[in-house]
């Protein structure tokens, strides 16, 4: 079993930066693929970004392609996300997500934190 805890949420405005972290419980992160992904009012949840379990290999949506940067410290049991150049179409809940599996679709993590609010303002 594994617990997952965004924080780092935050109103900002555009053009500002924000960093989450999703910190782990019960198991190390080494074992998973780490994912983020978002969920605006009234719409279906996306993916943003995942990162292999050696942080490797990381892929992004292309909305947030060189802007976003996902890391992860696995001696740490954290997992990052640093979103500059902020847009008022990044606000939503962002959840952070641990899977063996771990592709861009949401049914193939396994653990879900409770999500973090991101407001950006224009």
């Known amino acids: 079993q594994v617990q997952l805890v965004e924080s780092g949420g935050g109103l900002v405005q555009a053009g500002g930066s924000l960093r989450l972290s999703c910190a782990a419980s019960g198991r190390t992160l080494g074992s998973y693929v780490m994912g983020w992904f978002r969920q605006a009012a009234g719409k279906e949840r996306e993916f943003v970004s995942r990162i292999s379990r050696s942080a490797g290999r990381t892929t992004y949506v292309d909305s947030v392609k060189g802007r976003f940067t996902i890391s992860r410290d696995n001696a740490k049991n954290t997992v990052y996300l640093q979103m500059n150049s902020l847009k008022p179409e990044d606000t939503a809940v962002y959840y952070c997500?641990?899977?063996?599996?771990?592709?861009?679709?949401?049914?193939?993590?396994?653990?879900w934190g409770q999500g973090t609010q991101v407001t950006v303002s224009s």
């Open positions: 997500a641990a899977g063996v599996g771990g592709s861009y679709v949401g049914g193939s993590y396994d653990y």
